[in-house]
């Protein structure tokens, strides 16, 4: 997918850019978003990734005996500025590590000129079973060539 204006968003040199709006049910009572708020934009960036990259969270689960799944192992926030109502937001996810049993993900949220948030997020990649599994080398492949499958 590499039309700038999917919903999905699009790839971009090592990584995945998606663009979304800020909703009032995203603010709270002081119109600034809340920052819960923030972890799904961020998994948005993410799933948005993965689906340009060609898979599908529910269609790794049942690829083989084991299944795959993706699980949030670590998360470091830097909240920098806060966003509002209306605001347009650039998600950028940067594959930093893919491989063996994990990936190490870089994300930031930009409103305009703006840096709201930066994010390192690791993954660990585990069968549907709960048991680490090593991530497959041609999805590694497509996470640090950022390129469709």
Do not use: W
């Not at 009032?24 to 689906?51: K, M, N």
């Amino acid at each position: 997918m590499t039309d700038a204006f999917s919903l999905s968003g699009h790839l971009i040199d090592g990584g995945h850019r998606l663009t979304q709006r800020v909703y009032y049910e995203d603010t709270d009572f002081s119109g600034l978003v809340y920052h819960a708020r923030y972890l799904h934009f961020l998994e948005r960036g993410r799933t948005d990734y993965l689906r340009c990259l060609g898979c599908q969270q529910s269609d790794l689960i049942d690829a083989d005996e084991e299944g795959l799944v993706f699980v949030v192992h670590r998360m470091e926030l830097d909240f920098k500025s806060p966003a509002r109502m209306d605001d347009i937001l650039t998600i950028e996810t940067i594959t930093e590590k893919a491989g063996g049993a994990k990936m190490v993900l870089r994300q930031t949220i930009n409103a305009a000129d703006r840096r709201l948030i930066d994010a390192k997020v690791v993954i660990a990649v585990i069968n549907k079973h709960g048991r680490p599994r090593r991530l497959p080398d041609t999805i590694a492949d497509k996470f640090l060539g950022s390129t469709a499958l």
